[in-house]
């Protein structure tokens, strides 16, 4: 297959609009900094005021960061998810992966009692034991989701088996909710609003090589991702050993979504959304061009995102699942208003 032409005009555009944002995440938030004190701070100078070196270097760099690599690997694992299961309206709440991270936290939350203030006593941060939950719930669900694959073939049954998995975590979810107190349930809606702040500059290592070795191996799996377009039948008679890309895909898809949705709540949309708007821009469904078009934009729509929850002039800061669905919901309307008049439907 001949390697597609890059509009180098878009990905320029993009790199330049991903530093400016990630500046703006810096500058702008309840308190607003100079861009130039910003800079100072960053390449080590001191800030007009001690408060701006903390406010940048201990809350809003970790929170860009965090949104810069969340955006990403949520956006290539619902590609990969498109591209496997063929269907367009894949995403990283589709194989129940998101809604095992909520039952693990709700347990915490719900049934244990605990908020991510408590458990100070015995030595456990209250919000460590939110994230270790979450991640545990994810990584539950992801491996009875690798066994099941082993055991059906097809991809549309085991896509059926996710988003039942996913129905009987929400059951137990809707069960934990009835027995809890108010507190609890406004704690655990809280969580479930999506938040890029919650991530501390310690935390940042574990969280940026986590979702690193999940992109790695999507980036590695990008000449099966391209064979799969063609069909499973062609791509087995290409060479492609298709139990092992699948299990790849649902190793590097399910880590990405377990390790964002257990530091960042979870994130609605951009894993559905961005992949569609990364086809539209580029004109191309070649993964050689489109999966690392696909990341950069995911990073650059998580940074825009982060920075609109900051309601202009209030200072007050909106949950992030308040802003995703005004991005993702007119591109996924769109996408189904246009498949259904190109099949004919109405």
Avoid at 54 to 72: E, H, M, S, Y
Avoid at 82 to 105: D, E, H, K, R, Y
Avoid at 182 to 196: P, R, S, T
Avoid at 285 to 298: A, C, E, K, N
Wanted: charged share 5%.
């Amino acid at each position: 297959m001949r390697r597609p032409a890059v509009n180098t005009t878009i990905v320029a555009v993009c790199a330049v609009l991903i530093a400016v944002l990630f500046l703006a995440n810096l500058a702008y938030g309840s308190i607003h900094i100079p861009i130039d004190a910003v800079t100072r701070i960053l390449l080590g100078g001191d800030g007009e005021r001690t408060s701006w070196t903390n406010i940048v270097l201990v809350t809003r760099l970790p929170q860009a960061i965090t949104a810069l690599f969340a955006g990403a690997a949520l956006a290539v694992s619902g590609l990969m998810l498109q591209t496997m299961f063929q269907n367009p309206l894949a995403g990283p709440s589709l194989l129940g992966i998101s809604a095992g991270a909520n039952l693990g936290v709700a347990i915490v939350m719900l049934f244990l009692g605990g908020t991510m203030g408590q458990y100070g006593s015995l030595g456990i941060g209250g919000h460590l034991l939110v994230v270790v939950s979450a991640f545990v719930g994810a990584s539950a669900i992801l491996g009875l989701v690798l066994v099941l694959s082993n055991y059906i073939k097809s991809n549309l049954v085991l896509l059926i088996a996710g988003i039942m998995i996913g129905y009987i975590a929400s059951s137990a979810i809707s069960i934990l909710n009835f027995y809890a107190s108010h507190e609890n349930v406004h704690a655990f809606v809280m969580w479930g609003m999506g938040d890029f702040s919650s991530i501390s500059l310690k935390q940042i290592p574990f969280f940026v090589t986590a979702v690193s070795v999940g992109l790695l191996i999507a980036l590695l799996l990008i000449k099966s991702l391209n064979a799969l377009l063609l069909g499973q039948r062609y791509a087995e008679n290409l060479g492609v050993a298709l139990q092992k890309t699948r299990l790849l895909i649902l190793l590097s898809a399910g880590l990405l979504i377990a390790v964002t949705t257990a530091f960042c709540g979870p994130v609605a949309f951009l894993g559905l959304a961005v992949p569609h708007i990364a086809r539209m821009l580029l004109g191309s469904v070649d993964h050689r061009s489109l999966l690392p078009f696909t990341l950069i934009l995911g990073a650059l729509l998580a940074l825009l995102c982060n920075l609109l929850t900051t309601l202009p002039g209030s200072g007050s800061i909106l949950p992030l699942n308040a802003i995703t669905p005004m991005l993702g919901g007119p591109v996924m309307l769109y996408v189904i208003l246009n498949r259904s008049k190109s099949q004919g439907l109405n």
